[in-house]
T-cell receptor, first 110, second 114 residues
Framework: GQNIDQPTEMTATEGAIVQINCTYQ??????LFWYQQHAGEAPTFLSY??LDGLEEKGRFSSFLSRSKGYSYLLLKELQMKDSASYLC???????????WGAGTKLIIKP | GAGVSQSPSNKVTEKGKDVELRCDPI?????LYWYRQSLGQGLEFLIY????????KSGLPSDRFSAERTGGSVSTLTIQRTQQEDSAVYLC????????????FGSGTRLTVV
């Protein structure tokens, strides 16, 4: 079956580094997405991984291991505005549908 | 338009009434998705339109839910005889099929059934 797991909530300190993990099980993998969603707003695209390895984009990096069904989103030099929910989604090969995790609420403290 | 536009942004309706939610995707995006997001839950797939192909309706939770997309652009999601469990944020996303990524979401419609 299809399943996406990520922690419900995490807390980190401004200026620090935080890693948000996502594990998945899917019948056919065709890419993994990370989205950021501030309360009451639309999800916005952060990263896309389809091959194993690390993709770096400014303060944000995303890692994928297809053999382990595992990804993480790494946020560096945390800022208060990074307080948001971070959604992990896996795209199915068969129909290009996205299967979404419930999201990780990240709380940044001064 | 520049982004995905949804209306209304908020809708409060009485149980048993019908509601229509509108999505205006990015111009030229051939793929359009409707999702539902309940508090503390992940996005739940409802329906997917791709060009002129028959829509994928596999996510619609009951026959009270229907959607159409006219002229390959604007889409309307209709919920008939609304129930309290229909209360959620309904999100629309569009995508240019030619790119690997680029699902752009609208700001959603917050539906409250009282």
């Amino acid at each position: 079956g299809q399943n996406i797991d990520q922690p419900t909530e995490m807390t980190a300190t401004e200026g620090a580094i935080v890693q948000i993990n996502c594990t998945y099980q899917t019948s056919g993998f065709n890419g993994l997405f990370w989205y950021q969603q501030h309360a009451g707003e639309a999800p916005t695209f952060l990263s896309y991984n389809v091959l194993d390895g690390l993709e770096e984009k400014g303060r944000f990096s995303s890692f994928l291991s297809r053999s382990k069904g595992y990804s993480y989103l790494l946020l560096k030099e945390l800022q208060m505005k990074d307080s948001a929910s971070y959604l992990c989604a896996v795209r199915e090969r068969s129909n290009y549908q996205l299967i979404w995790g419930a999201g990780t609420k990240l709380i940044i403290k001064p | 338009g520049a982004g995905v536009s949804q209306s209304p942004s908020n809708k409060v309706t009485e149980k048993g009434k019908d509601v229509e939610l509108r999505c205006d995707p990015i111009s030229g995006h051939t793929a359009l998705y409707w999702y539902r997001q309940s508090l503390g839950q992940g996005l739940e797939f409802l329906i997917y339109f791709q060009g002129n192909s028959a829509p994928d309706k596999s996510g619609l939770p009951s026959d009270r839910f229907s959607a159409e997309r006219t002229g390959g652009s604007v889409s309307t999601l209709t919920i008939q005889r609304t129930q309290q469990e229909d209360s959620a944020v309904y999100l629309c996303a569009s995508r240019n099929r030619d790119t690997d990524y680029g699902y752009t979401f609208g700001s959603g419609t917050r539906l409250t059934v009282v």
